[in-house]
């Protein structure tokens, strides 16, 4: 059954260094999406995009926060310069039909 | 503002009991999802629905989108302990980004 897949499962990092998360959507998916979860808190909205553009975004998503289709396959979120709070699980999803399907995500440490 | 809020917010029930999560909202959803949560891991759907009043089973699992769509409940007959997890629902509105409730964490002791 296909799956969403992300990489790393793990990355910690120093305060200011910019991280890349990495995804890998469901094949014939249209649609792509970023969450997070801070620890003990709810899954949160940041991104959605189709069509290689992003399509909403909230409040979370300021300009640290860029999210890219680099080729046919994969989808990235990058952190330019990381804080403490974003330290979190960030999870990729995909949709065709409206459903989203989530990625085991990444936990991001921010040290 | 917490748009979607699931209760109770933990359960703890012994294997063959019977139980309901609620997911209430005061605004009306296009759609609502249910996921599974495990620890460590990325929610995983478990049903969709779009209809007011709508009614779906899987297998032990029925859920329920209330009539006027604002509200969804998650009943499971004889809970085993492999139901045991965080159940998450998730609404629709007039975007497509998931607005996530606020998780009811289930226990299911053998």
């Known amino acids: 059954e296909p799956e969403v897949t992300q990489t790393p499962s793990h990355q910690v990092t120093q305060m200011g260094q910019e991280v890349i998360l990495r995804c890998v959507p469901i094949?014939?998916?249209?649609?792509f999406y970023w969450y997070r979860q801070i620890l003990g808190q709810k899954v949160e909205f940041l991104v959605s995009?189709?069509?290689?553009?992003?399509?909403?975004k909230s409040e979370i998503f300021d300009d640290q926060f860029s999210v890219e289709r680099p080729d046919g396959s994969n989808f990235t979120l990058k952190i330019r310069s990381t804080k403490l709070e974003d330290s979190a699980m960030y999870f990729c999803?995909?949709?065709?039909?409206?459903?989203?399907?989530f990625g085991p995500g990444t936990r991001l440490t921010v040290l | 503002t917490q748009l979607l809020e699931q209760s109770p917010q933990f359960l703890s029930i012994q294997e063959g009991e019977n139980l309901t999560v609620y997911c209430n909202s005061s605004?009306?959803?296009?759609?609502l999802q249910w996921y599974r949560q495990e620890p460590g891991e990325g929610p995983v759907l478990l049903v969709t629905?779009?209809?007011?009043?709508e009614v779906k089973k899987l297998k032990r699992l029925t859920f329920q989108f209330g009539d006027a769509r604002k509200d969804s409940s998650l009943h499971i007959t004889a809970a085993q302990p492999g139901d045991t997890g965080l159940y998450l629902c998730?609404?629709?509105?007039?975007?497509?980004?998931?607005?996530f409730g606020t998780g009811t964490r289930l226990q299911v002791f053998p």
């Open positions: 995009f189709y069509n290689n553009e992003i399509s909403e």
């Open positions: 094949s014939n998916h249209l649609y």
């Open positions: 998730a609404g629709v509105r007039n975007t497509d980004k998931l607005i």
């Open positions: 605004s009306v959803f296009s759609s």
């Open positions: 629905v779009v209809t007011g009043g």
């Open positions: 999803a995909s949709s065709v039909l409206g459903e989203q399907f």
